[in-house]
């Protein structure tokens, strides 16, 4: 009786979300819309218009499913900006159907294996919201760390450019299309947001706060202080990408330091759950008190905490900022 009430209001929040999700657009969210693009329409400024081409080309580009999993999922702004940083062509709507699959598909292998309903439900939740988050970490830091490996290179033919007399907008566009992966992506995103009107200085700092790399931000400090006071701009280029290596430098030699104490952390840290699942795997009704027996969840509870704590002092004894 218990498992068909937890079912059935299983079954009504899920319904509840995909009529929330896919009712029609609020009517104030619509006139706030209009009344944005009636202001920007008549406003006699470059910038404003810009801004409201571009939010008419990203409003064009979402579909059904992207504003059902926006209304959904928690604070799509920021996970729109995370799969941005990506340098996929992945929206909202796809993250959200891969957490939804996951976690059912979750649930319902845990469930047929004889775990209790509410915890095939929560580790399903857990691993539905916490994979694909995990997936979409591990690309940007992949992508992120291409493009800090390649960022001096990119830094110095922007020198060179400079110091053959082009201007700066001309060799961001070289840069662009000479240099191949992540770098060469943002280079050629910049160039073609000043084609369009926007500043250097804005076209730099929206790179800036999509990467969220401190050696860009490095890069468009310099490039404003120097259009600000003047000065010879590849000279300070030129140190720059001699610091941003060093900086390289260090934080490879910290990472082999480093690097033993976080295999130890990782095996250790692991290997209970490790052997926890395969139990569990192989034979459900041996960990089936586990789940029953209020002593063994206390006890199971407690060790999760102080495990908690172990890994927590141990990152932050690995941890180290440059």
């Known amino acids: 009786m218990m498992q068909f009430a937890i079912i059935m209001t299983g ?12 009712s029609g657009p609020s009517a104030e969210r619509a006139a706030s819309r209009r009344l944005t693009t009636l202001r920007a329409r008549h406003s006699q400024t470059a910038s404003a218009k810009v801004e409201a081409q571009m939010r008419r080309i990203a409003a064009s580009r979402s579909t059904r499913m992207d504003d059902a999993a926006a209304r959904i999922l928690p604070n799509p702004t920021q996970l729109k900006k995370r799969l941005a940083m990506t340098g996929k062509s992945w929206t909202v709507g796809q993250y959200g159907m891969a957490t939804l699959g996951i976690a059912l598909l979750t649930m319902i292998a845990l469930w047929s294996r004889g775990l209790p309903l509410l915890i095939a439900l929560f580790l399903g939740i857990f691993l539905g919201a916490g994979i694909p988050h995990k997936a979409v970490s591990m690309v940007i830091k992949r992508r992120v760390g291409q493009f800090t490996a390649k960022f001096p290179d990119a830094i110095e033919l922007l020198v060179r450019g400079l110091r053959s007399g082009l201007p700066i907008t001309e060799t961001i566009s070289v840069v662009g299309n000479e240099m191949k992966g992540p770098v060469g992506e943002e280079f050629r995103a910049v160039a073609d947001k ?7 200085d804005s076209a730099l700092q929206e790179t800036a706060d999509r990467l969220g790399t401190p050696e860009f931000q490095f890069f468009v400090i310099t490039i404003q202080i120097q259009r600000e006071t003047g000065g010879n701009l590849a000279e300070t280029l030129s140190n720059l990408a001699d ?4 900086r390289s430098q260090m934080k490879l030699k910290i990472k082999a330091m480093s690097s033993e ?3 130890s952390a990782y095996i250790v840290g692991a290997l209970p759950f490790i052997v926890f699942g395969l139990i569990m795997w192989i034979s459900p009704d041996y960990m089936t008190d586990f789940f029953k027996d209020p002593r063994l969840m206390v006890a199971g509870i407690g060790g999760l905490v102080w495990m908690g704590i172990g890994a927590f002092i141990m990152a932050k004894m690995v941890s180290f900022e440059i």
């Open 11 to 22: 079954m009504f929040v899920l319904l509840a979300m995909l009529i929330l999700a896919f």
């Open 194 to 200: 000043m084609k369009i009107g926007r500043s250097l």
């Open 243 to 246: 610091v941003l290596r060093k």
């Open 261 to 263: 104490s976080k295999a």
